[in-house]
């Protein structure tokens, strides 16, 4: 389906950089869902660089490098989740069991 030339535009119409960062992180689960790795990495990077607390971003990113076995980066993000909100229980089991594997 095309976009219509009247259709807004989400990006310019979110005002501040953490509404972009939204809009980023949703592109960026709809190329994980269409199964865009590169996408779907590129977004979601792009969501963190506009609004680095966007915590929905580094879930996403995290959630990302553990699809791919990449356990360092997966854990670097589920850290910088539990820098931001020490109480965030999903970032903390999954950095608990990331690092009884190792």
């Known amino acids: 389906m095309k976009q219509s030339k009247t259709s807004p535009n989400f990006f310019d119409l979110a005002e501040d950089s953490a509404n972009k960062a939204g809009v980023l992180n949703n592109i960026a689960m709809c190329y994980e869902k269409k199964g ?3 996408n ?3 977004y979601f990077l792009q969501a963190i660089s506009y609004d680095p607390k966007s915590v929905n971003a580094m879930n996403g990113i995290a959630a990302f490098y553990l699809r ?3 356990k360092e980066k997966a854990s670097m993000y ?3 989740i539990l820098d931001l909100n020490p109480e965030d229980a999903v970032a903390k089991s999954k950095l608990d069991s990331l690092n009884s594997v190792r």
Do not use: A, N, T
């Open 78 to 80: 589920f850290r910088k």
């Open 40 to 42: 779907e990495e590129k």
């Open 68 to 70: 791919q076995g990449d």
């Open 36 to 38: 865009d790795k590169i």
